[in-house]
């Protein structure tokens, strides 16, 4: 679930994100030591909303490498000898 105060963060790059990340997984484990139920569900929505954003940039950094999808489940003898037939 999103936090419903966090709404654009497309403008951050991948290393804020990571950070605030770092960040707010402190303060969430200081939340759950503290018994703070209402702190941990909210901080709980902000770490969802950074995380689908790092995804998305995560995704947008592998589709500009272009890597292949297959795997290949050919035996070991075969690999070598495909291109010599």
Same mark, same amino acid.
């Given at each position: 679930?999103?936090?419903?105060?966090?709404?654009?963060?497309?403008?951050?790059?991948?290393?804020?994100?990571?950070?605030?990340?770092?960040?707010?997984?402190?303060?969430?484990?200081? #939340?759950?030591?503290?018994?703070?139920?209402? &702190?941990?569900? %909210?901080?709980?929505?902000?770490?969802? $909303?950074?995380?689908? +954003? #790092?995804?998305?940039?995560?995704?947008?950094? &592998?589709?500009? %490498?272009?890597?292949?999808?297959?795997? $290949?489940?050919?035996? +070991?003898?075969?690999?070598?000898?495909?291109?010599?037939?």
């Amino acid at each position: 679930m999103k936090h419903p105060f966090i709404h654009d963060l497309s403008d951050k790059t991948l290393e804020d994100i990571q950070t605030t990340l770092a960040s707010l997984t402190t303060k969430l484990n200081y #939340a759950y030591r503290t018994g703070n139920g209402a &702190l941990i569900h %909210q901080l709980q929505m902000a770490m969802d $909303s950074y995380r689908e +954003e #790092a995804g998305k940039k995560m995704d947008e950094i &592998l589709s500009k %490498q272009n890597l292949k999808n297959q795997v $290949s489940i050919q035996k +070991e003898g075969e690999i070598g000898n495909q291109n010599r037939t």
